[in-house]
């Protein structure tokens, strides 16, 4: 990939004891590094990305731990120091009295290239937070952000560097940031301080800030976005869902509040009276979702993605990647949905297969068994045309649901893993011996499908027979995508949907 990367590895291997340096030297792969770490009265370790090294054979002593301390800054209230001039952090743990008993000594590398997977996104002023688990490359990307602004866009670009990991530590700032200018947080509790003072005291552009994590920092960053400055930021958490789920950070994308609707239009949305929605518009309008050091997870339209997922619908996502060659891959979401390019729903012919996920496969086989059944449980998510899942890990969003959903894999959502709801699933899903009283789901997507042939031949509106809200769904999503509208009439357990152009 068309990538340089610069890590002055040789600042951080001065630090080391002797005989552990010497270990390190002699290793294969270090420009692979990731932390060297020392904790006392174990053997150092070299960490790299899939596997870990044994430096010496000799236990970490209060004198190897006393070397590295004395040869790096101060630490600060968050335990970190770092080497001047340099990007590596020091981390420190230490006991009940205050004596510092380990060390992670982290290797900064300055990384040139990594913009050009949202290259777009960050030349076009809008305020973009970058999301992703530690050790995947925030920081990173996050230092070339504040480089290309200030040194290829020319703009004012002010870094809020709380522990000196974008810029490094001591006075004068690595050149990895370019022109960009920085200041430093004596504290991490002030840097919702520093983040309020470098826009009044200091005009610039842009503020580029890493770790945004309480409350404070939030409303800061709510602030500054709303003074017209561009604002660039990171936040722990895997995908968006993480912070909606954050009541520290939802102010981020929002903020979430409980609404009661009124019985007339709570029928008319077909949900319940009481619905989680957006309190506002959110503080950053891109959401990136920084999945590994090759591949991002990009949400274009922050406000669209939070609405969408808050009513259990999938929000539209962009993937990029760097491929073999070194050029970065773009799959955009498309605005139409084909029907052809899509996972056909369950054909009326089509044996059910079942993907359980946090459901009770020994209950599950034992209630089939009474009810004279024998499902088809699946293991493979590729070859189930089913996922079944309770109602609380559905709220979760677990990605094993949310790749069923890109899948367009109908999804059955049970109120609780409870025999009685699992009856009821069975009872869905199959014909049982002797009982007429709910059609199966083949029948009831049939008789959705034949309606939808009606339509198309001319009929105005088709009302379907009454089903249970999860047939329901399913009805609503087939004319969805034949283009068709629906909406669900009638009260439980007469409630049915009626499809119309």
Known sequence: MPKVISDDLDALLDILPPGIRQSLCQQQGNGELLEVILDLGRFPEARFPHREIVLSNEEVNEADIDYIASRVGSFADDNRAGIERTLHRISAIRNRRGRIVGLTCRVGRAVYGTIKIIEDLVQSGKNILLLGRPGVGKTTMLREVARVLADDLKKRVIIVDTSNEIAGDGDIPHSAIGHARRMQVATPTQQHAVMIEAVENHMPEVIVIDEIGTELEAQAARTIAERGVQLIGTAHGNELQNLIMNPTLCDLIGGIQTVILGDEEAKRRGTQKSILERTSPPTFDVVVEIQ????????????????????????????????????????????????????????????????????????????????????????????????????????????????AEMANLPVYVLRSNTPHQIRQLLSDIYHTEGSNKAPSVKQA???????????????EVVELSPQSAYIRRLQHLIAERNNLASQSTGKDPDRRVRIYK
């Open 445 to 459: 997507i049939g008789e959705a499908e034949e309606a939808i042939t009606q339509l198309k031949n001319g009929e």
């Open 292 to 403: 590994n050091w090759d591949r991002v997870a990009i949400h274009p339209d922050v406000s669209q993605a939070v609405d969408a997922i808050l009513r259990d619908q999938t929000p539209i996502t962009e993937i990029r990647w760097w491929d073999e060659t070194g050029e970065v891959k773009i799959t955009k979401p498309t605005p139409t949905r084909p029907q052809s390019r899509r996972k056909p729903l369950l054909k009326a012919n089509e044996p059910v297969k079942l993907y359980l996920f946090g459901i009770n496969r020994g209950r599950l086989e034992q209630i089939a068994q009474e009810m004279k059944l024998k499902p088809d449980i699946i293991n493979d998510l590729n070859q189930a045309n089913l996922f079944v899942i309770p109602k609380n890990y559905y709220h979760r969003k677990p990605p094993k649901l949310r790749e």
